[in-house]
């Protein structure tokens, strides 16, 4: 593979991203359509329920969902706008393949063609470097079905070790700390239980602006008399109104947990009698938490003796309380220790298992739970099961046919895939619901291994930022496309019901994944009419595993509105058929558990949790006297993730048209920097030049730059590509950098977007 095949701005032209609007039948209040569709939002893991309407196979308007119980109706502004994303200039309605004669570097293709192209590469590639030189990266918003289906393709069709999904960008940290304590990893309670509920801790999570809804859970619960602490660098929407905000440094949360802990530990704000009888490791915890006396935990994490004192007596000496967490505290490289400080937390207290009592992790995307359960991790099969588990492989490899010495055993995580590429062990990829050139850090790096590539594939309903790299495009699916599952922030398993046919020669994901099985001529197991077929052979692949779907039906889900996992077809004990109608709270006294056989309720053969020292360890490429200021990003209300979609939809891009450097007043002063200033930011691997916002809500030691534009906009271009030795998370939230006036406008300022 070379670099762009044209002049990016020549892709930009026909591909976009332009600007949908709200015109023609979209705009008049008095087209009536055809039939309303109860389905959820494409976005975030909140997964809100919402009514399309739909009309001549065109989504042309929401109708509020009151009765879907997460929302109750409501939306953020990407949940109002998404349907502009139907019938869009920009969408791929053929395939298309690299073309240097074309003046926008790719023309289209005839679908059957442009799969028997690709299927002809992979089997060249494979067979002259062998199996694992082709690896795939997938993605957490696709339905269940489709990351169960991806996991499957890559290790029986292509027999490659080389999958992983961009949930490693999101959830791992969370995820691996889950493991660590609990020995499963979901949120343990509905967020309807912080409604009543005398304390709730917010940390490292915009809940206003990521997860919007969310804040309605936090307005109730102090309209019933909680308190609200809040712990962010930034004072973010909800920081605003809290009753105690700690304005932790970038990258010093784990500190932060171990001193609070230590004061409660001072105070006897313990509960001793569940720390000695339902967990393991506590006194390790408490001896090492002794190495942060308030006054240490001050100076490192920035925030006032009086605020760490307040947090560990609200947090330690009341009765009920939740506690969640997002991507602030675990996009670092040191992210599985910060989520384990906040776990021991709540063990310590034993306010988990409980009615308004619990702890969560809030996901990104639109299946950012279920996207890590059921097989497309680069080290798991589905069910939650581990792939270098002799019991777990012979499980799977008999649902799928297959000998069990014929799966790959683990491979990497997506960033060390780039890493194989770079050094030429990998010569093949395919991209599904993946945009690493916009989301991974460091991203000059991402771009030099994409252009070493032999082949690459992307499967998109848009030409997005990466695939303009690719040899060949296939036209996939938007999700009111297709139907099926995914499993939202609390653990809830809903549908996603189909509204609308696939235009022109775009097809469903699934249906492009078997379609190269069968040009492949390896179509053993790739043979299912729909997404139905595949969830129920899925409920059997997950059956006996951590997460246990095989209760589940679409059925269950359509007349509860949603099923929790874990749901049992079967009691673990007895092995007798049950109806079970899930588990919306985990660890409650005489829940179903197919681990423990001791007394307990966790996941563990004893049924005890696990304290884990939580240790504090400096950022990478933090601070220093050459790079003197912290770099931290994040996300904004009306723009997400890479941008694929959002970036196309006009009202949203008018809400925040351009990433902007966050500072405070006094550093900007001090720089000789005024708002609306261009201004650069500069870092170890390179710079950018946007325009200052200078704002009172973040530390004076601290910028702030959004990471969903590409190009010369990427924050990504700054930083670091340090991981957590654990989950191999990024570490997003925290690097050195300096900052200066620009010294001109850059030249893309005088280029914008094109509108439709």
């Known amino acids: 593979m070379a670099t762009l095949p044209v002049d990016e701005l020549k892709i930009i032209e026909r591909f976009g991203p332009h600007q949908s609007a709200m015109t023609g039948v979209r705009l008049s209040t008095s087209t009536e359509p055809e039939r309303l569709v109860k389905t959820h939002c494409c976005f975030c893991g909140q997964q809100c329920g919402v009514q399309l309407k739909v009309r001549d196979n065109q989504v042309i308007g929401f109708e509020p969902w009151e009765e879907f119980p997460f929302n109750r109706g409501m939306l953020c502004p990407k949940g109002v706008k998404r349907y502009l994303q139907g019938a869009h200039p920009d969408r791929l309605t053929t395939a298309v393949g690299r073309d240097s004669s074309s003046p926008h570097g790719f023309s289209p293709l005839p679908y059957n063609e442009a799969i028997a192209r690709v299927a002809g590469e992979i089997a060249r590639i494979q067979q002259v470097h062998g199996p694992a030189a082709f690896a795939l990266l997938s993605g957490a918003s696709l339905t269940t079905e489709k990351t169960y289906l991806m996991g499957k393709f890559a290790r029986v069709c292509l027999r490659t070790p080389y999958i992983d999904y961009n949930g490693r960008l999101c959830m791992v940290s969370a995820g691996a700390a889950n493991k660590k304590a609990f020995g499963i990893d979901r949120t343990t309670n509905p967020w309807s239980d912080m409604v009543g509920t005398e304390v709730v801790w917010v940390a490292g999570s915009n809940v206003a602006e990521c997860s919007p809804i969310t804040t309605n859970y936090l307005w109730q619960a102090r309209e019933q008399g909680a308190r609200i602490i809040v712990q962010d660098p930034r004072i973010t929407p909800v920081a605003r109104t809290c009753d105690l905000y700690l304005p932790v440094r970038p990258g010093r949360d784990a500190a932060l947990f171990a001193g609070v802990l230590n004061l409660m530990i001072e105070h006897g704000w313990i509960d001793r009698d569940f720390t000695e009888t339902m967990t393991v490791g506590f006194d390790e915890v408490a001896a090492y938490c002794r190495q942060w006396p308030v006054s240490r935990t001050a100076d490192v994490t920035g925030v006032p003796e009086r605020s760490l004192r307040q947090a560990a007596e609200w947090w330690g000496t009341a009765k009920t309380s939740f506690l969640f967490h997002a991507r602030g505290i675990e996009h670092h490289s040191n992210g599985v220790q910060n989520a384990l400080g906040t776990i021991n937390l709540v063990l310590a207290t034993g306010r988990i298992g409980k009615p308004k009592s619990g702890y969560g992790t809030i996901t990104g995307q639109a299946n950012g739970q ?88 992307a499967i998109d309903f848009f030409l997005n930022d990466t695939a303009r790299y690719a040899d060949i495009v296939l036209p996939g699916s938007l999700q009111e496309e297709d139907e099926g599952t995914v499993t939202q922030v609390e653990g809830r398993v809903i549908k996603i019901n189909k509204a609308i046919e696939c235009p022109g020669e775009a097809r469903q994901d699934w249906r492009i994944i078997q379609d190269l099985a069968h040009a492949l001529g390896r179509p053993h197991g790739f043979t299912f009419s729909g997404p139905r077929e595949i969830f129920d052979e899925l409920r059997r692949a997950s059956k006996g595993g951590v997460a246990d779907y095989s209760g589940i039906t679409y059925e269950k889900i359509d007349a509860q509105m949603g099923v929790f996992w874990p749901c049992y077809s079967e009691d673990p004990r007895t092995g007798l058929a049950i109806d079970h109608a899930g588990t919306p709270r985990l660890f409650e006294p005489g829940s179903y558990n ?16 696990r304290f884990n020292v939580a240790e504090y360890r400096p950022a990478v490429d933090d601070v220093s006297a050459e790079y003197p200021l912290f770099l931290t990003t994040g996300r904004v209300v009306s723009q997400f993730l890479s941008g694929t979609q959002t970036r196309r939809i006009g009202p949203l891009v008018k809400q925040y048209p351009e990433p902007r450097i966050e500072m405070h007043p006094r550093l900007a002063e001090r720089l000789g920097i005024a708002d609306s200033d261009w201004t650069t930011v500069e870092t170890r691997r390179g710079a950018i030049t946007l325009q200052a916002m200078v704002v009172t809500t973040i530390r004076p030691d601290t910028i702030f730059i959004p990471y969903h534009w590409a190009g010369p906009k990427s924050a990504n271009q700054l930083t670091v590509a340090a991981q957590d030795p654990i989950s191999k998370i990024p570490q997003y939230k925290v690097c050195g950098c300096r900052v200066r006036k620009a010294d001109a406008a850059p030249a893309y300022a005088a280029v914008r977007e094109p509108q439709q």
């Open 370 to 457: 279920g996207g890590r359960e059921h097989g497309q991790k680069c080290d798991q099969l589905p069910g939650w099961r581990d792939i270098s588990n002799p019991d777990h492989r012979r499980h799977i490899a008999a649902i799928w046919g297959i000998d069990e010495k014929d799966l790959p055993g683990p491979g990497v995580d997506a960033y060390e895939l780039f890493r194989k590429i770079d050094a030429g062990e990998i010569k093949g990829l395919l991209s599904l619901c993946f945009n690493p050139i916009v989301s991974l850090p460091d991203n000059a790096f991402i771009r030099r291994c994409l252009e070493k590539l032999e082949f690459y594939v």
């Open 594 to 609: 197919p681990v423990a056989r001791g007394e307990g309720p966790f996941y563990f053969p004893d049924g005890r949790a």
